[in-house]
């Protein structure tokens, strides 16, 4: 299985709203990431877990919270967006172990729209 | 991490090789070059990567010059599924969990 997944495809929510977004992945990557793309806009990373534990947060607003539960599986969970907050979010993983390291495996994302 | 120059846009005739430029003038000497693409709508998906010497997949051929400050991704034979943003990253090769870093990308158009 090279497959990274993502939950849902696609979500709309209002700004006074709680969901997650879920990305499971059964390579056995020990490192997973968080990505945010604008349309028309290179993907930018949000965050980095390494062995389920957060390494790297590029200053995301803490309106987006995440959550790695286990190796496979990663949440973003968000409350109180904006509309500007709107865009495709992309989940991807990677070994630790072996190269190549920056070899990453993006998830299909999820098509967030905020109202 | 060093900086990569891209063309914004570029065409390719279907059946024929498509060659993405790119520079990375101040790249380091542990620095790779790596390669990825972004099919319209979906995750972007590795190709290749290297660091000086010419490399070969089942996807792509990436030339390295001598000099390291540029390299061009080759699609040998393009087809219409080739269209997409390519992103040419560099970055040391580390077990450490980093980010990629991407730039603007070339979008390819390959047409019938």
């Known amino acids: 299985d090279t497959e990274v997944t993502q939950t849902p495809k696609h979500l709309v929510m209002g700004m006074t709203n709680k969901k997650s977004l879920k990305c499971e992945q059964h390579m056995g990557h020990r490192a997973m990431y968080w990505y945010k793309q604008k349309a028309k806009k290179p993907p930018e990373l949000m965050f980095v877990y390494s062995y389920e534990k957060l390494s790297i947060n590029e200053s995301v607003p803490s309106r987006f919270s995440p959550e790695c539960p286990n190796s496979s599986l990663l949440n973003l969970h968000l409350h109180a967006l904006q509309p500007e907050d709107s865009a495709l979010y992309l989940c991807?993983?990677?070994?630790?172990?072996?190269?190549?390291?920056?070899?990453?495996?993006f998830g299909p994302g999820t098509r967030l729209t905020v109202l | 991490d060093a900086k990569t120059t891209q063309p914004p846009s570029m065409d390719c005739a279907e059946g024929r090789a498509a060659n993405l430029p790119c520079n990375h003038s101040t790249i380091s000497g542990n620095e790779y070059v790596y390669w990825y693409r972004q099919i319209h709508s979906q995750g972007p998906q590795y190709i290749i990567h290297g660091l000086k010497n010419n490399e070969t997949n089942e996807m792509a051929s990436l030339i390295i010059t001598e000099d390291r400050k540029s390299s061009t991704l080759i699609l040998p034979h393009a087809t219409l599924r080739d269209t997409a943003v390519y992103y040419c990253?560099?970055?040391?090769?580390?077990?450490?969990?980093?980010?990629?870093?991407f730039g603007s990308g070339t979008q390819l158009t390959v047409l019938p």
């Open positions: 990253i560099v970055r040391v090769s580390s077990g450490s969990a980093r980010q990629l870093t």
């Open positions: 991807a993983s990677s070994h630790k172990d072996r190269e190549p390291y920056n070899e990453q495996f």
